[in-house]
């Protein structure tokens, strides 16, 4: 989206910008069947399909053709479901994140392939930034000869993910950048198999503790399909039959202890021991630009987060459409946009990163409590809008900033007391699998049987 949006500058400015885009992956856009590709599906909401529509006939002719649009959110405790219909102001449409990458990717090649000003360098890996040129390293995929070039650039956007090669340069060259990487303390696997009869083809379910353990989540798909996506968090594994590599052992697991609705066990079990457990990782920033480099990240390379609350690529797409806004407010100029975009884009970084990591407990009595709250609340908001404001992440959902969500959820006491939870748990695991705590214990139980044996000999 930002190449994009920088190579449609010179339709509207006196300045016009030719793009290079390095990419290890392939060129999703030029694929004719991505049915062999799918990965998981991904929530567009206010802030990401704001992003996208600001281009005209990116939504409306590429992405829109690929998801599905939410009608109704589902929630099950149990066997027990408790729906609710999206409100007109609640936009949320439901898509592969490949097909979506394919989607802009396709735009990118029909509108500018040919313009004279677009290189595309994929199954190109970016290995380091030269600071001192202004350049990036960048090596072929083996099967293209494996060689290695400098690419030279005015301005680098790093949108490189969780391990970015371009955030790497931000670390090396100034002192005073903060950065921390971590896991999301959660291991989930993604299955997609044929829609239940229970829900209807535009219904998103949420599905907390719907195994011992396990929460998980319901999205629709293209193909009268749903992917059915479950996880636990680190400290507390799931039943072992959920470890097993026997899709008969876990077809019995399932029938035996899912209670929401009717799935097709053996093709869920065949396809759930076929994968590894999945994680991802989180990044906490101070900020996101250099001048001194001329370069900025964004996305993941900035704020990866935890897909919790289903904002992960919409802040990426927000990102986007910032730094296109704030080329516009500084007429192009780098060294008030560069500054601009970190003040700006920030605070909404890390609040992502924060709601996502502490807006679900790692305790199955506070998840159920946060859950039943979430649902009063927006119950009564609907009966009584003027005094009663809609769950934080409603509105957020609706394009509320993160920011303003974050202040309220912080106001309202509920991550604190999540984050004294989840903070205790993830530090009791890390003592406990990296036998600092058993050496603990193990030290403090010597001296005790020291102290036992010169009280004896006494």
Known sequence: LTAINLLRRGEKGPFSYSVTLVDVGVDYGALDDLSKKRSWMIGLSSHGLRALRRVPGLYEDYVSKVGVAIERNITYLGGK???????????????????????????????????????????????????????????????????????GYDLLVGCDGVRSSVRAALVSSHRDFDCSISDIFTAFRSVHIERPEQLEANDLAVLPQCLPKINGIALPETGGQINLAMGYNLDASCDAALHSTDPEEVAAYLQATWKAFPLPWDDFARQWVAQPWSSTGQVHCNFYHSDRLQLLIMGDAAH??????????????????????????????????????????????NALTDIAFYAYSYSTTQVLAITLSQLIQNRLASWFPSLVSPEPLTEVARGGKLSVAYDRLTKMGRLPAVRTVNDRARRAHFEKTKGWLWQMILAGSARVAAAFMAASRR
Do not use: C, W
Not at 132 to 140: G, I, N, Y
Not at 306 to 317: E, F, H, K, V, Y
Not at 326 to 338: A, I, P
């Open 81 to 151: 479901s408790f729906g609710s219909g999206t409100p007109g102001s609640l936009e949320t449409y439901v898509v592969d994140r490949n097909f979506i990458v394919a989607s802009m990717a396709r735009y990118l090649n029909d509108q500018f392939l040919s313009s004279g000003r677009l290189k595309l360098m994929y199954r190109h890996r970016l290995l380091l930034v030269d600071p001192d040129q202004r350049r990036v390293l960048v090596r072929s995929d083996p099967e293209l000869g494996g060689g290695e070039s400098y690419v």
């Open 304 to 349: 990866a987060t935890s897909p919790s609350i289903g904002q992960g690529m919409n802040t990426a797409l927000d990102d986007a459409a910032a730094l296109d806004l704030l080329m516009d407010k500084h007429s192009g100029d780098l060294g008030e946009v560069l500054p601009a975009f970190s003040a700006e884009r920030v605070k909404e970084g």
